[in-house]
């Protein structure tokens, strides 16, 4: 089946390590992003990728970091530099110049303990 | 002025009920709107997509789109329990990788 597949599901992180959170799709997608959710803060953008070995910040990208290096996989390290980082993850991929319809993984619930 | 405002709710209706959801916008550039449906610690699901203004219908669901008032509308018919959800609007200025602009989402719950 083609789908995203977004891992671990759980995550807990002492304060001040970096974690990276793993998304992978085998969609053929050109385009992957990441989402924060807090709740009532709705869905805000990390960082995006439009193309491999090329990526852009969003809305909120200070504290994280990504890759792109292969067109299926668009890991997120959410570095000590991001002081709340407590929330849950979101990965999405688009499709490329027709696409609208994202698809999104399962998600992460990263906990800082 | 946020670019998207959706009203986070709590809503809370009988089942059968007619729902509706709605979300304004400030960016006139956008052109394509979305909804999408969240269930409890999961990833949203598009539900529904439409181009520009008009309307979309599927099964239970129609989607509104109202350009020059900046307004787009989700309408559940005959809502059930299992409609309960988050749904959230989303848009965007262009197809082809743009990111989506999301609302916050709005909590819905049908009361059996």
């Known amino acids: 089946d083609g789908g995203i597949t977004q891992s671990p599901k759980y995550l807990f992180r002492k304060e001040g390590q970096n974690v990276t959170l793993s998304c992978e799709q085998n969609l053929n997608h050109d385009a992957m992003y990441w989402y924060r959710q807090d709740p009532g803060q709705g869905l805000r953008l990390i960082y995006y990728s439009q193309i491999v070995n090329d990526f852009q910040k969003g809305d909120i990208a200070e504290g994280y970091s990504v890759s792109r290096e292969k067109k299926e996989s668009f890991p997120l390290t959410v570095t000590s530099a991001q002081k709340n980082p407590t929330a849950f993850y979101l990965c999405?991929?688009?499709?490329?110049?027709?696409?609208?319809?994202?698809?999104f993984g399962q998600g992460t619930r990263l906990t800082v303990v | 002025q946020k670019e998207v405002e959706q009203d986070p709710g709590p809503l809370s209706v009988p089942e059968g009920a007619i729902v509706s959801l709605n979300c304004t916008y400030s960016n006139s550039a956008f052109q394509y709107f979305m909804w999408y449906r969240q269930y409890s610690r999961k990833g949203p699901e598009l539900l529904m997509y439409t181009y520009s203004s008009g309307n979309k219908e599927d099964g239970r669901f129609t989607a509104q789109v109202d350009k020059s008032s900046k307004y787009i509308s989700l309408f559940i018919r005959d809502s059930q329990p299992s409609d309960s959800a988050t749904y959230l609007c989303?848009?965007?200025?262009?197809?082809?990788?743009?990111?989506?602009?999301f609302g916050k989402g709005t909590r819905l719950s049908v009361i059996a």
């Open positions: 999405a991929s688009l499709k490329g110049a027709d696409g609208t319809e994202a698809f």
């Open positions: 989303a848009m965007s200025i262009s197809s082809g990788n743009t990111p989506l602009v």
